[in-house]
């Protein structure tokens, strides 16, 4: 198993920029497939990016170009770099392990002026 822990979240104005982080229990986490979810409260969860144990990486389309995903798999950590950010960004952010099918607890982000 695996345990996931978000930060970093946080009230931003628009155009401006969160750097997120999912902290990763265990000795196993440079080899997993990690994604970023997103969620508001009474709708359905939000696929944002992914990253593969290589590297290889994927975004949704309403976050292409202006978001980054990456990892540092000798800190165990995964990483959300949001620029650009709009208020309808505004949204609870977890981070998942496929293998595990494991959520962090989530990190509100929320971009309002």
């Known amino acids: 198993q695996v345990q996931l822990v978000e930060s970093g979240g946080g009230l931003v104005q628009p155009g401006g920029s969160l750097r997120l982080s999912c902290a990763a229990s265990?000795?196993?986490?440079?080899?997993?497939?990690m994604h970023w979810y997103r969620q508001t409260p009474g709708k359905q969860r939000e696929w944002v990016a992914l990253?593969?144990?290589?590297?290889?990486?994927n975004y949704g389309d309403s976050v292409k170009g202006r978001f980054t995903i990456s990892r540092n798999n000798a800190k165990n950590t995964l990483f959300l770099q949001m620029n650009t950010l709009k208020p309808e960004d505004t949204d609870v952010y977890y981070c998942y392990a496929e293998r595990f099918r494991a959520w962090g607890q989530g990190t509100q982000v929320t971009v309002s002026s």
């Open positions: 265990g000795s196993i986490f440079s080899t997993l497939t």
């Open positions: 990253i593969t144990s290589r590297g290889s990486t």
